[in-house]
């Protein structure tokens, strides 16, 4: 199916484990992104991605760490999980840089870290 | 700095009543575009409008439209007869450097029949 999809859907975890939240487009758009949804918050920026090898840093990085050897995939890797991060992540993706483009949202993961 | 208020936290509204959104922005750019989402119970974040910052015309669509001022930097939203179906949690965001959105805390709108 065309689109943007996340998985898994609903995750939960301990603190200090490992976890990855993958993100997968089948557009080929350049751009992608992850954010994160909490309440009083709205969603913020953790990081983008421009291209394939290409990821930069957004509003809240600490603790996350992304990858993005193909254009259709980007991951987002939770090092060692704290409860802090117990969040809605939201992968998102756009055609290009241009600031009209429409972001396209993934369906969330929501992640509890216990 | 760029920065998107939603003042409103919760909004509760009876059936075929009309509520606006409120939305004010920050940007130092002149060339930046706005845009609302709708967040329903399922979660999803649905693409409602986007507008440029050189036009400032209404925007109607259906029951919904949209009023952009840029001499208050607002971009305010109205639901016109208003429905449960329109229960949902509203982000107004901004994109002025092209990378990403800046949302607003969200506006979370209840209609009851």
């Known amino acids: 199916d065309a689109g943007i999809t996340q998985s898994p859907r609903y995750k939960i975890t301990e603190t200090g484990r490992q976890v990855t939240l993958m993100c997968h487009q089948t557009?080929?758009?350049?751009?992608m992104f992850w954010y994160r949804q909490d309440l009083g918050h709205g969603l913020r920026l953790i990081y983008y991605?421009?291209?394939?090898?290409?990821?930069d840093k957004g509003e809240v990085p600490d603790g996350y760490v992304v990858s993005r050897s193909k254009t259709e995939n980007f991951p987002l890797t939770l090092e060692s999980a704290t409860r802090s991060q117990t969040s809605v992540y939201f992968c998102?993706?756009?055609?290009?840089?241009?600031?009209?483009?429409?972001?396209?949202f993934g369906p969330g993961t929501r992640l509890t870290v216990l | 700095a760029q920065k998107v208020t939603q003042a409103q936290t919760e909004i509760s509204v009876v059936e075929k009543e009309d509520v606006t959104l409120d939305c004010v922005y920050e940007?130092?750019?002149?060339?930046?575009?706005l845009f609302w989402y709708k967040q329903p119970p399922s979660g999803e974040l649905v693409f409602l409008i986007r507008?440029?910052?050189?036009?400032?015309q209404n925007e109607i669509s259906g029951r919904y439209s949209w009023n952009f001022q840029k001499s208050t930097s607002s971009f305010n939203f109205t639901i016109t007869a208003s429905q449960v179906v329109d229960s949902a949690v509203y982000f107004c965001?901004?994109?002025?450097?092209?990378?990403?959105?800046?949302f607003g805390k969200g506006t979370t709108l209840s209609v009851s029949s």
């Open positions: 998102a993706s756009s055609e290009t840089s241009r600031s009209y483009n429409e972001q396209f």
């Open positions: 557009w080929s758009h350049s751009y």
């Open positions: 991605s421009a291209a394939a090898d290409i990821t």
């Open positions: 940007t130092r750019d002149t060339t930046y575009y």
């Open positions: 507008r440029n910052s050189f036009d400032e």
């Open positions: 965001a901004l994109n002025q450097a092209g990378t990403a959105l800046i």
